[in-house]
């Protein structure tokens, strides 16, 4: 079992920044995914970035070149900086965890609001 815990949402104008936090109750292997993902309201919660395989990542088309994704082992931390946000930014963000085998499991954070708004 995993429990995650987002912090760091808040309410933020156009263009400015946020860095968000997921920290883990025990430690992940590197080789296991961690991501973060949003859903705004009315719509389908969507991938924001991912990290798997030890340094891969992956980011959705929206948040490429503004997002970075990172992790801290040692801390069982997981981040997300955004800059240049948007409007279309607001969501709740979720973070994920997805263990490889043979353990398994995809384990999801409470969630964490982000609200860009002037």
């Known amino acids: 079992q995993v429990r995650l815990v987002e912090s760091g949402g808040g309410l933020v104008q156009p263009g400015g920044s946020l860095r968000l936090s997921c920290v883990a109750s025990?430690?992940?292997?590197?080789?296991?995914?961690m991501g973060w993902y949003r859903q705004a309201p009315g719509k389908q919660r969507e991938l924001v970035a991912r990290m798997s395989s030890g340094s891969i990542t992956t980011y959705a088309d929206s948040t490429k070149g503004r997002f970075t994704i990172s992790r801290d082992n040692a801390k069982n931390t997981l981040y997300l900086q955004m800059n240049s946000l948007k409007p279309e930014d607001t969501a709740v963000y979720y973070c994920n965890v997805i263990i490889m085998p043979p353990t398994g499991g995809n384990y999801w954070g409470q969630g964490t609001q982000v609200t860009v708004s002037s």
């Open positions: 025990r430690s992940i292997s590197r080789f296991d995914t």
